[in-house]
């Protein structure tokens, strides 16, 4: 399908594609799905999502202890060796303490014309987490206004809002379809796509998946494949494709998740009605939290196991990037709630290199066959 190549070419040698967007306008980079992109899109500005490196990493740990996770390790290695030089700014939202840390180092180290701290409240279960989510978006697009010496006006934050709601609708329609027929898409298929959404130009993106969806619509009941096990996957990020491939050789079949470069990344809507800002900061306050994020003891848990349960999932893996503190805390009470719904779980700990495959196959299959 080429509109499944046409992510896979983006993903494949992000820089290049965004060389070419540089010759076009600016570009903002960011490492967290609470950073407000519908405003530095309002702002004719690129927004781009990081995801480490696939290299060595060496000068970061310059600066960096080396128990800080690899995917904050890994953007500031890109940084220091130059391979960001698309980039004309940076975004730091208020999230987990590396990635607050990292906005102090870059700022010190790295030299892009505009750098921002967007320090968003972290409990959203406050009458006043709103007007104070609302207060913080404000001051960004005041501030974003300011670097670029041009006003963001409401009209565009509509237009900007439209394309977003389109973009994540549509995303979400292909989790849905594979979730009725997983034999429609491949896993891996399914998360490149939403990688290269994050760094695609969004209008070409949000075109992009149209194609897809009108093409599996159209198929959505003609493909046919052996039964295989039903599962979710929980945590922060997934950048490595190859384990939706070993998951499905072993036997089973990821339905949907809970990753921020998953369905975190599209879930809910934003209202076109009243106040742009006032909309932006309900998504934001609303949207499924990860752990950075309070809005009750439980919600986490929750919300996966619901996603079990909606999904008809029998199994749950959880996807724990190595010295990731907020997943790594919140994984002993989703596991213990995953239990009381008698839903099985397997932890497996990842970092900027996999484990072999044959011992990832291995641990797949026994997790599989137990269900």
């Not at 080396?66 to 999230?95: K, N, Q, T, W």
Request: with cysteine.
């Amino acid at each position: 399908m080429e509109g499944i190549h046409a992510f896979q070419r983006v993903v494949n040698d992000p820089g290049s594609y965004l060389q070419a967007v540089k010759g076009k306008q600016k570009i903002i980079g960011y490492c967290c799905t609470y950073l407000p992109e519908e405003i530095i899109f309002a702002a004719g500005v690129h927004p781009v999502r990081l995801f480490g490196t696939k290299g060595n990493i060496a000068k970061a740990d310059a600066h960096l202890q080396a128990y800080s996770c690899s995917l904050v390790r890994g953007i500031l290695e890109e940084g220091l060796a130059g391979r960001l030089s698309y980039l004309d700014g940076m975004v730091f939202p208020h999230s987990c303490d590396s990635i607050q840390r990292l906005s102090d180092i870059w700022r010190l180290n790295i030299g892009f014309t505009w750098h921002a701290d967007v320090v968003l409240p972290v409990k959203l279960d406050t009458a006043s987490a709103r007007e104070y989510m609302a207060a913080v978006l404000k001051k960004f697009r005041r501030d974003l206004e300011a670097w670029l010496d041009t006003p963001i006006t409401d009209e565009s934050l509509a237009t900007s809002i439209t394309t977003y709601n389109k973009l994540r609708r549509l995303l979400k329609r292909i989790y849905e379809l594979r979730s009725e027929n997983p034999a429609l898409i491949s896993g891996r298929d399914v998360a490149t796509i939403v990688k290269g959404s994050m760094i695609m130009r969004r209008e070409e993106a949000a075109h992009t998946l149209e194609g897809i969806v009108q093409a599996l619509e159209v198929q959505k009941n003609q493909s046919s494949a052996p039964q295989k096990k039903r599962l979710v996957v929980a945590g922060s990020i997934c950048d490595h494709m190859e384990v939706y491939d070993l998951i499905e050789q072993a036997g089973g079949v990821v339905v949907w998740d809970d990753l921020c470069t998953g369905s975190r990344f599209f879930e809910g809507q934003i209202a076109l009605d009243g106040d742009p800002i006032l909309s932006i900061a309900d998504r934001y306050t609303d949207r499924t939290i990860c752990p950075a994020k309070h809005a009750s003891l439980t919600a986490r848990g929750d919300n996966l196991v619901q996603i079990a349960k909606e999904r008809k999932a029998g199994g749950a893996i959880f996807l724990l990037l190595k010295f990731c503190d907020p997943h790594a805390f919140d994984y002993p009470y989703m596991k213990e709630m995953l239990d009381k719904e008698n839903i099985p779980s397997m932890l497996l700990e990842i970092e900027q290199e996999l484990p072999s495959a044959g011992q990832l196959a291995t641990r797949f299959e026994t997790f599989i066959e137990m269900l």
